[in-house]
């Protein structure tokens, strides 16, 4: 198996195998490349410019997890099926990270093109906003309400049946 | 003070650097005082060792008693946190000796770890540090990008304990109040340590120790940092830290495929950029389809018009009101039900009591025997009375005053 470095926007070298390097589809281009034009025997060195030090080191955590190999060799169908309740408890862990964190993740993954942890993250967004009212979100985000009166009489109109329920249940 | 020995503790722990910021190694020696390197009380120190792979043992780093109050600023030692084990288990072991004032260096190294550092004029003295409540003033760290402000916006943190408790307040001119309250038994722990023990003199302190600091700066930065950072961005006029809306559209919409309607409706009305997103067809075709089916060609609904997000709402509600409707007409018994039971039969003016038309009239006089219950006399007892008619018969008395 081959190692691949990786560099960081800030010059801060990462080694890993290239099996979990390939998970993302960017870099298994990028050294596919590699590979053509400088032979089989050079290092390869990917840089990276659009992804930070810690991000990196987030994601290459993702990737080694999910390109070990299962210790458990006593059958094939039981190391998939344990090994994958492993993994989903272990992503849900993997996920407890602050919000900026999760923000600077799903860039990296979406630049790295690794399509498992973009779903994971965006996800991990979504739980963020699920059930939260309208106030509750510009809260949470920080957002400005920047509609004009008549647009949000408009728009609260529209959705009056998702909303009305809602405070119907804040009353309970 | 020296460095490897008095602060990391710690002889052998392989290739290391030291940082303030995390990211530009100090220079010097690592080996050698802390005056040396130009660190004073108040500075948070990171022990950076460069890979990426797990650390046998993490470091351990701890602080002489001496340094960490005597000049400093309020409530702030000079914390060392470990970024190798960070992944990890993140341990950290502090100089105080109590658990509120060590959660209180955490509070202060996690303003300090996204980005705000204290401002000069603040440090007022240790006077502050003893007492309950203290105050600090932090502004933004000045990017290198960025030309500096003239107006340095700032916000102030106030601590404050409450016997086992740390609660902080975080105040900015614009954004308001916002506070977290935070258990001192839920974060840190002491441990005799086992290097005091040796030595009589020092077994008197146990040693405190962090642990679960991942969740704890996952807690702060969601409720105090995150909005101060907005609100300081927003007044000095940089560009605000990542959130949500700058996200590429892309990325955007991706999440918002995971969330149901009536969370995407309600988002819709949060703001004017949301609900440009909220309200896109590709992710309320999905929804539309999954709750109502395709749509016929006769709702004129096209993708990319804009128009499943009002449809499904139309549809909602109208189904909602069915259903409502549904329910009233099951729960109130005035309004008749039309289903199946004992319907009103009108016995016909020329045949004899017991016969009601219908096919009776032309069924022999054997088979209406079993209607002989109802005292209308009109044959007895009949010789084919089966177990279907008997049923029958039975649900009828009801009835058999009218009749």
Known sequence: MRTVILRSSDGADHIVSSEAA????????????????EGEESPLIVPLPNVCDCTLRKVLQYCIQHTEPGTNLTGRIHVSETRRRDLEVWDRNYML???????????????????????????????????????????????????????????????????????????? | ???????????????????????????????????????????????????????????????????S??????????????TAAEAQVPRMVFSTSSSVEALRLLVHAALLDSGLEPLETARNGGAAAASDVSELQYVLRASPGHETAAHRAACSIKYVNFSTNLVVWGTTASKGTCHISIAAADYIYS??????????????????????????HMRLKDCLIHPILIALCAEEGRSPPPSFLLLPTEIKLLCLRHLQARDLAALAC?????????????????????????PSPADGLRPGTGAFMPAFGARWAERERRRRQRRRMLQDP?????????????????????????DY???PQPFLGFSGSRGSGSGGSGLFRGPGFGFSASRRPRWSGLS
């Open chain 1, 22 to 37: 390939s998970l993302s589809r960017t870099v298994q281009s990028l050294l596919e490349e590699l590979e053509a034009k």
């Open chain 1, 97 to 172: 990270v602050s919000t900026d964190e999760l923000y600077h993740l799903v860039m990296a993954a979406h630049y790295l093109n690794v399509p498992g942890l973009l779903e994971l993250c965006c996800e991990g967004i979504a739980n963020l906003i699920r059930g939260k009212s309208p106030q509750h979100v510009r809260q949470h985000f920080g957002l400005v309400n920047n509609f004009e009166k008549a647009e949000e009489e408009d728009i609260r109109r529209t959705n009056l049946w998702a909303l009305v329920d809602e405070k119907e249940l804040a009353k309970k």
């Open chain 2, 69 to 82: 109050t005597s000049d400093a600023s309020p409530g702030v030692g000079v914390s060392v946190m470990d």
């Open chain 2, 191 to 216: 441990q005799l340590d086992s290097r005091d023990q040796s030595l009589p003199e020092s077994v008197s302190q146990p040693t405190l120790y962090a642990k679960d600091i991942s969740n704890l």
């Open chain 2, 334 to 358: 005035r309004l008749p039900y039309p289903g199946s039971g004992p319907h009103l039969v009108v016995p016909h003016p020329y045949y004899p009591s017991g016969i009601v038309g219908g």
């Open chain 2, 361 to 363: 009239d032309r069924l």
């Open chain 2, 270 to 294: 949060v703001s004017r950029d949301m609900r440009c997103v909220a309200c896109s067809d590709t992710v309320w075709e999905p929804l539309f389809v999954a709750e109502f089916g395709a």
């Open chain 2, 1 to 67: 003070m020296h460095v490897q020995q008095d602060v990391l503790k710690a002889e052998s722990i392989g290739e290391y650097r030291l940082s303030l910021n995390k990211r530009d190694e100090l220079l010097g020696d690592p080996g050698s005082f802390l005056k040396d390197l130009g660190l004073c009380s108040g500075d948070l120190l990171w022990v950076m060792s460069d890979s990426t792979k797990a650390v046998p043992t993490p470091p351990q780093a701890s602080l002489p008693a001496g340094l």
